[in-house]
């Protein structure tokens, strides 16, 4: 019987039947034991939710939720989150794949990390195609596949306001017990990973994995692609969010410095909202900005 600590990997599928079966099999053939893998499809238009059964007939332990209507990533990862047993968490979309040391490697930073409050820890990815072919890496490399540039570790939450690539959030492991603190993702946003980061780099330690320990595709319906897409509903969605998400964050400053970090994704936010002329929008990052004049003037910080 292994000692090893349980990791829970939650899957999200939403129209991913042609990379399905591959993610999943990258899952149950880690090198790492005990995994528990749970399985979501968001309401998939596609054939996805017929891949997924037909791959379950030969894993028929593996817990596998339907939705039935689209419920998004934030409340799809909570759903599935309720019935996580793991001490450690993966969120993994069903178009990337994990290396078979991937869960291994992750586990060892954490007992290997100096940071004695540590909860999360990230790697680097390969970024490869609809086809599979090699792209690039997420982070760039030199001849010994190591970061050309060293990644900040420890307490990186103004890296996370001023960085857009600070972490490779799709390379992520996180401590259940820092999930349960923030309660999950919000459920009010599009997308999930920078309230998520900014959140849990202001309380918690993130450490940098210095491998490359997954593929990340790159498809031309996913959820990044919707960012700049012009007068498109689900952009708007995303400018919304990332409204809320600055918001939250000019809350969860605590210096100038801070302000200053986030000044970059307030006028960058203006500057997308512009372009989908979303003008209602961009009078509300105005205010963003008058708030952080503000408090640069007067120096006013709730601490």
Same mark, same amino acid.
């Given at each position: 019987m292994s000692n090893n600590p349980l990791v829970t990997v939650i899957c999200l599928c939403y129209n991913h039947e042609a990379y399905v079966t591959e993610s999943l099999d990258s899952v149950i053939n880690q090198s790492y034991l005990p995994i528990q893998l749970i399985i979501v499809d968001d309401f998939s238009t596609d054939n996805s939710k017929v891949v997924i059964e037909n791959w379950i007939q030969n894993h028929p332990k593996i817990k596998f939720i339907t939705n039935e209507t689209n419920l998004g990533n934030t409340k799809s990862f909570n759903k599935a989150l309720q019935e996580a047993k793991g001490e450690y968490i993966i969120d993994l979309a069903t178009?990337?794949?994990?290396?078979p040391n991937c869960v291994m490697t992750q586990i060892n930073a954490f007992k290997n990390s100096t940071f004695k409050n540590l909860g999360v820890v990230y790697g680097n990815a390969e970024l490869i195609s609809e086809k599979g072919l090699f792209n690039s890496f997420y982070f760039p490399v030199n001849a010994q596949k190591k970061v050309i540039e060293k990644r900040i570790t420890g307490d990186i939450y103004q890296n996370v306001l001023s960085d857009f690539?600070?972490?490779?959030?799709?390379?992520a492991m996180i401590k259940k017990s820092v999930i349960d603190h923030l309660e999950g993702y919000d459920e009010s946003l599009a997308y999930e990973d920078l309230d998520?980061?900014?959140?849990?780099?202001? /309380?918690?330690?993130?450490?940098? *994995?210095?491998?490359?320990?997954?593929?990340?595709? &790159?498809?031309s319906n996913s959820l990044a692609t919707n960012f700049y897409k012009k007068n498109d509903p689900q952009t708007?969605?995303?400018d919304y969010s990332t409204y809320l998400i600055l918001k939250k964050g000019i809350?969860?400053?605590?210096? /100038?410095?801070?302000?200053?970090? *986030?000044?970059?994704?307030?006028?960058?936010?203006? &500057?997308?909202?512009?372009?989908?002329?979303?003008?209602?929008?961009v009078l509300k990052n105005f205010k963003?900005?008058?708030?952080?004049?503000?408090?640069?003037?007067?120096?006013?910080y709730i601490v």
């Open positions: 178009d990337d794949i994990l290396l690539y600070s972490i490779c959030s799709v390379s998520f980061w900014m959140r849990a780099s202001r /309380i918690y330690d993130f450490d940098f *994995i210095d491998e490359v320990i997954m593929q990340k595709r &790159i498809v708007k969605k995303i809350q969860l400053n605590q210096s /100038i410095q801070e302000d200053l970090a *986030i000044q970059k994704r307030v006028h960058n936010s203006i &500057i997308n909202c512009l372009e989908n002329k979303n003008y209602w929008l963003l900005r008058i708030i952080l004049a503000w408090r640069k003037k007067f120096k006013k």
